[in-house]
């Protein structure tokens, strides 16, 4: 069964305090891992895709990192502003369907 | 260019009543998914149109639920009659895959649904 965990759940960070956020996945055959951000009363925001281990993506603060297993997100020098919760999909060979880790929750304070 | 509208935002029933949740997709997108998030749980994937034909239903929990699309527009996730364990929030996102380009889908801002 396709899965996928992220790591930390919570993590509160000082701006300005790099850090990075892990999702780890099992699926059989990846078409694509994607990273999506999610503000209270919102619905995901996309950020990254993702395709074949060694690929990389920036954006701003934002680096998307993949390997076979998992991939990391980045973030360098942080803001209050990127406080939201990250969430990590992966799409298998053999559907269209996403499916999700639980996220995990920034909070940057000032 | 729009995103991907749904409403109501937040709708509240009591058990045994129904409910429809509407998605218009981003204009010119074919792929609608449906997904829903119950209370501290992950995204769960419940359906996907291709155009008007159901692609896959396989996330859709029973019988108590049917989404539509008709003339491949926007879409209409039914819950008949509502139970208690329905409430959470319900996401639509749209996709088109386009030679060449991503699989990334664009949600829309969801539907909380409680079910009292």
């Known amino acids: 069964e396709d899965q996928v965990t992220q790591s930390p759940e919570a993590l509160r960070l000082q701006e300005g305090e790099s850090s990075s956020l892990n999702c780890s996945y099992t699926?059989?055959?990846?078409?694509?891992l994607f990273w999506y951000r999610q503000d209270p009363g919102k619905g995901p925001e996309f950020l990254f895709t993702?395709?074949?281990a060694g690929e990389e993506k920036e954006k701003e603060r934002l680096k998307a990192t993949l390997t076979k297993k998992e991939s990391f997100l980045h973030i360098t020098a942080p803001k209050p502003e990127d406080s939201a919760t990250y969430l990590c999909?992966?799409?298998?060979?053999?559907?269209?369907?996403?499916?999700f880790g639980p996220g995990t929750r920034l909070s940057v304070l000032p | 260019e729009a995103g991907v509208t749904q409403f109501p935002s937040h709708s509240v029933i009591e058990k045994g009543q129904t409910v429809t949740l509407r998605c218009d997709p981003i204009?010119?997108?074919?792929?609608l998914y449906w997904y829903r998030r119950v209370m501290g749980k992950e995204i769960k994937f419940l359906l996907h149109?291709?155009?008007?034909?159901?692609?896959?239903e396989s996330g859709m929990p029973n019988n108590r639920f049917l989404a539509e699309r008709t003339g491949g527009t926007y879409s209409t996730l039914k819950v008949q009659p509502a139970e208690l364990e329905d409430s959470g929030v319900y996401f639509c996102?749209?996709?088109?895959?386009?030679?060449?380009?991503?699989?990334?889908?664009?949600f829309g801002p969801g539907t909380r649904l409680t079910v009292t």
């Open positions: 149109f291709v155009k008007e034909s159901k692609q896959d």
């Open positions: 699926v059989s055959g990846l078409r694509g």
């Open positions: 204009s010119g997108h074919d792929n």
């Open positions: 999909a992966v799409r298998a060979n053999y559907g269209q369907n996403f499916v």
């Open positions: 993702l395709y074949s």
């Open positions: 996102a749209s996709s088109q895959w386009l030679a060449g380009s991503s699989y990334e889908q664009y």
